[in-house]
């Protein structure tokens, strides 16, 4: 199993968005790092995302380009557990795997959070998941 951990892609501030925040869209910004993690190339068989559209948006282009679907899966949504997580971890045991998620959610599952947009390849390692590689954000600009 190969995971690619996504930050989902700048989305402006929380902030100054009025609204329903699952409902926040990325940002020109965003757009771009999402165009840029379309140019991956790690042979993935699956594209899993929070129902948030920021999340959403920042996976479509990959798998637009891939020809795969965007899932919608409530286990990577802001807030899930580590424990939650996992059993959806579980199910991808002969996948690769992108997964598009939210920095709380990163933050509990490797104990750092990383910037918008920034990948983890993890990689099945014994009876668990160890980061084999880090990829930071697509430039925005």
Not at 31 to 52: C, D, F, H, I
Request: aromatic letters at 2%.
């Amino acid at each position: 199993m190969t995971v690619l951990l996504v930050r989902h892609a700048s989305a402006g501030d929380r902030s100054d968005w009025e609204g329903d925040d699952a409902l926040r869209p990325i940002d020109a910004g965003g757009r771009r790092q999402a165009k840029g993690l379309a140019e991956l190339e790690y042979g993935v068989t699956r594209v899993l995302s929070s129902p948030a559209v920021r999340c959403v948006q920042t996976v479509a282009p990959l798998a637009e380009r891939l020809g795969l679907p965007v899932e919608e899966r409530g286990e990577l949504d802001e807030g899930s557990s580590r424990d939650t997580v996992g059993v959806l971890l579980e199910e991808l045991a002969d996948e690769t795997a992108v997964l598009c998620t939210h920095g709380d959610v990163i933050q509990d599952l490797i104990g750092e959070e990383p910037p918008k947009g920034a990948i983890w390849v993890l990689e099945r390692s014994g009876e668990g998941l160890a980061r084999t590689r880090y990829v930071p954000p697509p430039r925005t600009t």
